[in-house]
């Protein structure tokens, strides 16, 4: 049973838009989301987290939106560019402690068109 | 920087063979690493949680005689795939949270790519 859902494998954008990429999960016990970055043969990056006590949170181009009820979160991206291109990797955790286990999505890859 | 580094990048060995893959977390120590495995084109499944001076403590699903984890040192966790068998042939990738940040995201390491012929 997949706890963080990715629906859309992919996604095209032209470069200047914006990118949103969405994920829902299912487990109501997570209080901790993340998205990360990765490229081919690399290990993921960080991007932004967001913990369930807010609904935004925003860093540069990057935004996060929480919607805890509809258990939904989304990836603003804008203005997107070129270097954006990547897989980008929904993922969520639960609990109180700082070693909680991290569930991911199955990933979108994002193309940024220039 | 890199906060984990990981070893080797790449590793092609023959079917029968085993494989040892080494994370260390470079400016932190970590009791807890974790371990985990991308197939092509699917998302980052979680193996195993590797807990310093402790048993590791495996996924469902994942033979824990078949992945042999030790984590001997705050820093050094190590991963060793038994008897290597072409379906083991995978991306497999260490992460660990640096413990002085709270709630910290984890940090990956970039991973090891694994060829059984």
């Known amino acids: 049973d997949q706890q963080v859902k990715q629906n859309s494998p992919s996604l095209s954008v032209q470069e200047g838009r914006i990118s949103i990429l969405n994920c829902d999960y299912t487990n109501s016990m997570f209080d901790y989301f993340l998205w990360y970055k990765k490229y081919p043969a690399e290990g993921p990056t960080f991007l932004i987290s967001?913990?369930?006590?807010?609904d935004k949170n925003e860093d540069g181009r990057f935004t996060v939106f929480l919607n805890k009820s509809a258990k939904h979160l989304s990836l603003h991206i804008v203005p997107s560019q070129p270097g954006d291109s990547a897989v980008y990797f929904c993922a969520a955790s639960g609990g109180k402690t700082s070693y909680d286990k991290v569930i991911f999505g199955p990933g979108t890859s994002l193309s940024v068109i220039p | 920087g890199a906060v984990v580094s990981q070893h080797p990048s790449r590793v092609i060995c023959k079917s029968g063979t085993s494989v040892k893959i080494e994370c260390r977390s470079l400016d932190f120590q970590a009791t807890t690493m974790f371990w985990y495995r991308q197939f092509p084109k699917q998302s980052l499944m979680l193996m195993a949680t590797?807990?310093?001076?402790?048993?590791?403590?495996?996924e469902q699903g994942v033979e824990k005689d078949k992945f042999l984890i030790n984590h001997a040192s705050l820093t050094l966790s190590t991963l060793t795939v038994t008897s290597a068998h072409p379906e083991d042939s995978s991306f497999y990738i260490c992460?660990?949270?640096?413990?002085?940040?709270?709630?910290?995201?984890?940090?990956f390491g970039n991973g090891t790519r694994l060829t059984v012929t």
């Open positions: 967001i913990s369930s006590i807010k």
């Open positions: 590797s807990n310093e001076g402790s048993k590791a403590t495996y």
């Open positions: 992460s660990a949270r640096d413990p002085r940040k709270g709630n910290s995201p984890l940090h």
